[in-house]
């Protein structure tokens, strides 16, 4: 049997090649998932490069406590991307790293130890109790009072990542430079956090709500007035669904890269391979699209900084 199709070629690594060139490698050495990748950043080159096309980008919060932080923060700092959907994590932890430091563990300690310590354990990186809930306290109890004294009774999640990115976060922040670029950022879970338990604690003593409809009025208006949509999406759950979920009502994403951890086999929307969301209109059939399995700190800096190198070169 005879297949005519380009053949595998063998990586040429040399001193001083830039990560562009070797993504570019990689869609000729065809290594199992780095072929993938080359593919994904063949999709992200083209989703970007597609002017009609309103660009989603949904990650979980996990990553915002890693180093993988900056790579979010500099897709959002160049307007790599139009809309953001997260999770309460990301609000936490991007609001605690940027008045206090997490550090570096492993995924093997005596868990019973640190929490003797005041020491949480986020996979391999440790986040002491004052460089979490502590801060958040303090930094969100000072933003509600303020918001309160100038008269805000209601207030949407994306209004709200605004005013966190404005008031209390540095310039190394994903919500600092969401807010400066005026790039919207959802939170459809927005009281599973800590942020959100700082919200909740604020209300028992003022008639402050969070109107989580006035978000998906805005998701309804740009997924409706947008010509072609496309997403990068990592990881499942609330953000990755809600992001499928209102691409359905247009007929689905035009372009859709997705980088996920997780089994397909127990059913769940983590695992869920983008041809799974074909099924339901959520992917158009001929929509150009890619799964990519793995770890995505290791895999989304290494593609957005081959995307990044593409506009050096």
């Known amino acids: 049997m005879t297949v005519e199709t380009e053949k595998v070629r063998d990586y040429s690594l040399r001193s001083g090649m830039t990560v562009a060139e070797l993504v570019r490698q990689m869609g000729e050495a065809w290594g199992f998932t780095a072929g993938k990748i080359a593919v994904g950043v063949d999709i992200l080159r083209r989703m970007l490069a597609d002017k009609e096309c309103l660009k989603f980008f949904s990650f979980p919060a996990c990553i915002v406590a890693t180093g993988t932080r900056g790579v979010l923060r500099e897709m959002i700092k160049r307007r790599l ?41 986020l996979g391999n990186i440790l986040v002491p109790n004052e460089s979490y809930g502590l801060i958040i306290e303090e930094k969100m109890q000072q933003l509600l009072t303020e918001l309160w004294r100038e008269g805000v009774r209601e207030i949407s999640s994306r209004e709200l990542c605004w ?13 600092y430079w969401a807010a400066k670029n005026e ?26 709500t969070v109107n989580v409809l006035r978000d998906e009025q805005e998701l309804s208006d740009l997924i409706f007035e947008a010509d072609k949509t496309g997403a990068l999406i990592v990881g499942g759950g609330i953000s990755k669904h809600h992001v499928i979920w209102w691409n359905q009502f247009r007929g689905g994403l035009d372009y859709a890269v997705y980088i996920t951890s997780a089994p397909e086999w127990d059913g769940s929307l983590s695992g869920a391979k983008l041809r799974e969301a074909v099924s339901w209109g959520k992917v158009k059939e001929e929509a150009r699209r890619v799964t990519i399995e793995g770890d995505a700190t290791v895999i989304l800096p290494l593609m957005i900084a081959s995307l990044i190198g593409d506009d050096r070169d």
């Open 183 to 208: 790039v919207p950022v959802y939170i459809p879970g927005l009281t599973d956090g800590a942020v959100g338990y700082q919200i909740w604690l604020f209300s028992q003593d003022h008639k402050f």
């Open 81 to 121: 991307v139009d809309v953001v959907v997260t999770t309460c994590g990301t609000l936490d932890h991007d609001l605690a790293r940027s008045w206090r430091s997490y550090h570096r563990g492993s995924f093997i300690m005596d868990d019973a130890e640190l929490h003797r310590r005041g020491v949480n354990r």
């Open 163 to 175: 005013e966190i990115g404005r008031r209390i976060c540095r310039e190394d922040s994903i919500l």
